[in-house]
């Protein structure tokens, strides 16, 4: 089934600890993104990616980064997880860059202590 | 201010009836209006979009956006338990930049 695989699913972590989001798609899409869901909050854009090898800075980037090395995956790393960013954090993707039709992974829901 | 503002909810209504669910937004710029269903511990999925004002359908679903007072409604008609789920409204700029609504919650009773 086409579509983005993240994981993991769901993660308890120690804050000061290292943490990767993995985000794989199948469509050949060339826009990724990395969103960040918060209850009472919009989703919140954190990176996105236009096209392999580049990357750009949303509207909450800072504690992540992400790399594009190919055009299927997407990871996301918090250096140093704080508990602010406990979250759920989406992987989407769309064929082209600021194309408004997003499809979204299922999440992944991280619990910084 | 949010540049775009959605009731929470939850909105409770008995399965067949319309459903009505409002966005207001503040940037005049916004063009592409966009409504996303996300059922629980799911990713958001695309339902339908407008671009620049007046109505949409798409089946059961009429998107509605009155940009003079800057107004989005998405109308479900003849509501199923399976509609039960949060909606956001996200619309967009000429650059395609989305701003997220925090969403509503609806569920239809059987």
């Known amino acids: 089934i086409a579509g983005i695989t993240q994981a993991p699913t769901s993660q308890i972590l120690a804050a000061g600890r290292r943490m990767t989001l993995r985000c794989t798609q199948d469509m050949r899409h060339n826009a990724m993104y990395w969103y960040r869901q918060d209850l009472g909050l919009g989703l919140r854009l954190i990176h996105y990616?236009?096209?392999?090898?580049?990357?750009g800075k949303g509207e909450v980037p800072d504690g992540y980064s992400v790399s594009r090395a190919n055009t299927d995956d997407f990871p996301l790393t918090l250096a140093s997880a704080v508990p602010s960013q406990t979250s759920v954090y989406f992987c989407?993707?769309?064929?082209?860059?600021?194309?408004?039709?997003?499809?979204f992974g299922a999440g992944s829901r991280l619990t910084v202590l | 201010q949010k540049e775009v503002e959605q009731d929470p909810g939850p909105l409770s209504v008995p399965e067949g009836a319309i459903v009505s669910l409002n966005c207001t937004y503040s940037?005049?710029?916004?063009?592409?209006f966009m409504w996303y269903r996300q059922y629980s511990r799911k990713g958001p999925e695309l339902l339908m979009y407008?671009?620049s004002s007046g109505n949409k359908e798409d089946g059961r679903f009429t998107a509605q956006v009155d940009k003079s007072s800057k107004y989005i409604s998405l109308f479900i008609r003849d509501s199923q338990p399976s509609d039960s789920a949060t909606y956001l409204c996200?619309?967009?700029?000429?650059?395609?930049?989305?701003?997220w609504g925090a969403g509503t919650k609806l569920i239809i009773k059987p």
């Open positions: 940037n005049s710029a916004f063009q592409y």
């Open positions: 996200a619309p967009g700029d000429s650059n395609y930049q989305l701003i």
């Open positions: 990616s236009n096209t392999a090898g580049t990357t």
């Open positions: 407008t671009y």
């Open positions: 989407a993707s769309s064929a082209s860059p600021g194309a408004n039709v997003l499809t």
